[in-house]
């Protein structure tokens, strides 16, 4: 309650922005110490020092091993407490639509089936009031992923507190996404009151012929004098060098095979598998042409009756067990506002076979790895942008979350949200009763 | 061939045609036909149970005047011997529409809903049709009527499938040569009714099953109080259905859960009603068995799987592959039960595909008597006109089959059917059967010579020394005619054979060689055929048929578990009582309650369970789930209080188990929030393997749910309806309450009153006998709901979702309502804009009973979770956190004295985690209802196994039996849709 009480002034003069302000540039170094340091590679340092100095993690080490001077230095006493490399959310809306019901600020999905030059940087609004509520959970980087169509567009990847998209953006363009035809077509659903039943999709064949006539087209468009201009095989170039990323979106086993075969077809070395929910079936295979995974919401219900009420908790063990390269994603009915529950998605894999710090992995390290961003992302390395933050507890249980400090690029950014003034201008409001 | 049917149908027996002795006769002199038919040496099917050997039937005027072995023959009787050949009665089709055409869907381009009747003069709702008279619709089809009639039919009864309740039918025999003044037994034989809206209305009530059962009910009070004279105004339906009242009640359930729920709306009206099966009763028999319900089965099996792809068929689920497996013991199983039922050709694709599900069905153990009185006795006893067909003693229909032989044997031939004492032949009675294998010489040459197929189109199939010779033959008028190649293809020589069939299997004629030269020809054929069939019956391995589970499908118990008593040693117990949570404790759990809680516990009978380290609760309760129900949303009109939830529960979704295995014990399934007053509430209990009866709590406290906001304004989809917007909503509760409030000071006058399902419902909310849960966003309307109550002077019980109860939240204690939300859930429709997750931690400060729900399949399974979000968001204690998904629900919920906390006396519904139940890091180890061990981690590992065991075998099977040629149907996926509430869809 009391610190309800430092923020009643505060208050008052914030609930009209849409926003909260993006911090400034870090200008004085910062030294967290005492804390248990979650590095995001599996292993941990009980009791650290971690200085950060102009947006990097300058230092960071065992504090009963080495001792660092600190002077000069705004020193965070975080004793007891733990610091994580701020979380990473692969494949995610945020920024693209607004609220759901509501057309007018939706803009998730371009018309036609193949727009490889759609990208959703452009459209992301850094200014949404969902993306604020991320951060008190420590989701701090996202991919802003275009949906629908075969090639839905390109991706970009961002931090969440930014003035707009150029500020926003970490990584530009980082990635094409194609959408894999499923085995089953709705076309020809059957519904009923309570369960559609759906055929298998006869042209399922003759998609993946069209797939791979387009990637033909878009090769040797390259090959040539690229006269006249054709925006979407433009777009395609950079997969073929391999200087940009392929994400396939799949989830049948089947399909997966498929997909691995045409990866290989194509010699595209750079390809993530997204969705991935029967992977678990086809590890040796994306393990043997080191294919990494961005794994299907794991709060999700089993797609069928008959399997393990726990699959969704436990698949991404069985993927991580067999050696492959797994991170979360937070895609699925109310998306956007659930995106802020990504820890708990790894901590749930953590209740279902994994260790903390292997399921740390997989919203950290791994997915900055995947997106290609682990140069200066994912881990608490020196060297590394200081994007972190510190939890009382357990940052991977919601009763023990609860973060009091969080870095993006060494800037100490806003913890408060729309939510948490409307929380404070009612308590206040019931308390003066 | 149509036109040979009907040219040998010449044979005009009995009555004189198409003429009534008072018709004027303009063509002619007046003819009267007196004369007998007599069939005689027939192996006569007199009842399924009373056969006789070498019997005689006697007919006169298109009825049986005796049938027997000693019967005297009248002089003037034309005889015919039919020795060797079987005479049964014709079949009866008691759920027919021949020769009524398909009801014509009304367009759909009408954008808006159509609210309103389309007729005047008629009940308020155009499904209702009790008017509508097939008698007056059919037009016989005698095309129709000779496939019906070579499949052994000669009676359907046939009625206009269109509507819930659809008026009378017409019995009527498939007499093909006589008109309808001799075809129409009975011009109203019988009402029909169902849950499926006519499809030549719009009009948008009822959309959803549960509606269509409210619907019936209100129809039977209506049309009670109409015919009590209190009705001024003209209402043509009522006094139709008032006049069908006293017929025999059909319903086209169309499955066994459909079957249970039409019973229970008969029941409550004093009608029991003959039902449409739909060949899933045999999951759960004793329920069928005890409704007394008498059955008419289509025979509908699922073809086999193509199983061959195996990640398609992985897509393929226990329960379906079950029913594959299943489904044709159903007829044996409900004869096995004592139950009743006639057979239908109704939505099986062919006649032919009836006769070969008849034949499946009986392979799987269906008795052939009882196959028989399927088809013939039991539909004559359910119409009531057991004194006229359906068996051939005196004074019965002379509608008869005759036979090569057994009726249930696939190689029997029908030769005719006979309707009034009118033949219609399919095949030559007398014809000489020549098929066999005959060993014959021919200029001292040895051949063989096999004929096979059906008499009317004979194979022929000849060897001489193995070497297969190509040869043609032609059987007409017992003249077999057979064309012979020679050996040498080249020399394009032919022996030819000209035979007469003296008897069966026994040729006699001569035949020519290619040089001219005629030489006597005989062949007897050795009795192949019969030892062919016997072999084949028994090298058949008869399928294994796997048991039922219950529900039947994965994960599904084989036996039921039983409450125990169980003895929780050493464990964390969570009480949500003044002890709060106690460390290293025992729990004793007897008789289904909570029998006592101390250390060191003993029980000599009690199954000791090691609870150290671990956590035992009490179970979770949801406020607000749409899991385990049909339907959601009575969408059709703005209020449907008059529908229950408790009508459409299905205790054979999976999600039960789910939640179980996530802590949860009891649920409170909400009607949608398509319209401010929504319907009545089921709460239950996951007791997972129960009907769906069983599941509901024993008295049940009555909720009802009522909706605010965009879903009711219609604001994202359609529109036409009042309301439209918040305005409307607050005047739409007036409007009702007004009118609940009068209906209920007249009825409690005393002076005479109708009974209004709706009102009824409304006026227990007035008496405080029934509470509402409102789906509520935005305070405006939260504050507007209170007030209205206030009006009319009762407390709004719950909140649900209350998304902005934050902000209200000193009113709502003012009032005394509770509130129930989501965790974190916003951002989805504009009016959740300011939704936060503080809104459960801040509403608990003010002092509101606060609960957590999930209103999701996904999230329902872990709210344990959700639960200790309150504690991140706005710091609520654990303690208070763990209450907002079990004591709190229960308190809103009016189940607190049975459930929500672990206090001796009450039920034992509780669990055993793994760990601290707010931890991401718990596991329900164990989910016990009433001392029934529902889930059990180990357990469930087990049945994975066994699962995995059974569909392999399972696959096998079908790879069998499509090797075996069996006919193939592709895999399709089944995807569960998750009911929300805004789920809105015509449901049916």
Redesign the interface.
Known sequence: MKTFLTYIAFVCSMTVLAQQTPASKQTKDIAIIGATAHIGNGNTINNSTIILSEGKIVNIVDSDVVKLNLTNVDVINAGGKHVYPGFILPNSTMGLV?????KASDDEKEMGAWNPHIRSLIAYNAES??IETLRPNGVLIGQITPQGGRISGTSSIVQFDAWNWEDAAIKVDDAIHLNWPS??SSSHA??S????????NEKYDAQIKEIETYFKNAIAYSNGDKQPVNLPFAALENIFRGTQKLFIHVN???GIIDAVNFIKTFQLNNVVIVGAKEAYKTADILKENNIPVVLNRV????????N???LPYKTARLLVNQGVTVCLDSSG??E???S??LP?YA??T??YGLSKEQALQLITLNAAKVLGIDTDYGSLEKGKSATLFISEGDA????T??ISHAFIDGRQISLETH??E??KR??KK?KN? | MLKNYLASMAILLSTSLFAQDYFPKNDGVHTINKNYTALTNAKLFVTPKKIIENGTLLIQDGKVVASGNSISIPKNAVIIDVEGKSIYPSFIDIFSSFGIAAPTSVSSSRRSNQYDASRSGYYWNDHILPDQHAVDQFSYNAKEATELLKAGFGIVNTHIPDGIIRGTSVLITLNNNQGNQYRILDANSGQYSSFQRSKTSKQAYPN??MGSMALLRQVFIDAEWYSSGHIDTKDLSLEAFNENKNLVQFFDAGSRANIMRADKVGDAYGVQYVMLGGGDEYERVADIKASEAKLILPLNFPDTYDVEDP??S??L???DMRSWNQRPSNPKILADNGITFAFTTHSTKSLKEFKSNLLKAIEAGLPKEKALEALTTIPAQILGKEQIIGLLEEGHLANFIVTSGDIFDKKTTIYENWVQGNKTAFEDINKKDIKGDYKVTLANNEYTMAISGELSKPKIEIKQDDQKLKAKLTYKDDWVQIAIASKDSLKQEFIRIAALAEKDRMLKGKYILPNGSEFPFTATATEKEADESKAETKTEDTAPLFPVTYPN??YGFSEMPKAETLLFKNGTVWTNEKDGILEHTDVLIKDGKISKIGKNLSNGKATIIDATGKHLTAGIIDEHSHIA???INEAGQNSSAEVTIEDVI?ET???I??NL?GGVTSIQILHGSANPIGGRSAIIKLKWGESADNLVYDNTPKFIKFALG?NVKQ??WGNGRFPQTRMGVEQVYIDYFTRAKAYDALKKSGKPFKTDLELEVLAEILNKERFISCHSYVQSEINMLMKVAEKFDFNINTFTHILEG??V??KMVEHGVGGSTFS???????EV??A???NAS?MH??GVTVAINSD????S??LN?EA??T????GVS?EEAWKFVTLNPAKLLHLDDRVGSIKVGKDADVVLWSH?P??????AEKTIIEGVTYFDIER?KAM?EA?KKE?SQLINMMLQSKNKGAKTQ??????????HCDSV?N??
């Open positions: 607004e609220i759901d019901a509501v009031k969902v085995n089953f059957f519904f009151n309570t369960r559609t039943e759906i055929s298998a049948e086993e089947k709060h999700s219900l089993p797609d069928s009756d008959d393990d009420y726990n009915d109310m956007r506002m659930s802020r529950n708990f901590g749930t953590v209740t991977l249980d919601m009763k979350n609860n939510q948490t409307l929380w009612y308590s019931l009763q | 959803s099953l990640f398609l992985s897509a689920t226990l329960g499908k994965a129900a049909s339907a299905n979704d999976v999600n188990y789910r295995a965009e604001s994202n934050y902000k939240a000193d974190d859930w916003w951002a989805y429709k504009f804009n300011d936060i997750p503080y801040i400060n003010a999701d399949a996904e999230m399974r872990r979770q200790a979000k504690i991140k968001y706005g654990e601290n707010l931890s991401i890091y718990a596991k469930d994975r699962i569909k592709p895999v399709k996926k089944k995807e569960h849709k998750h009911l869809e449901e049916i």
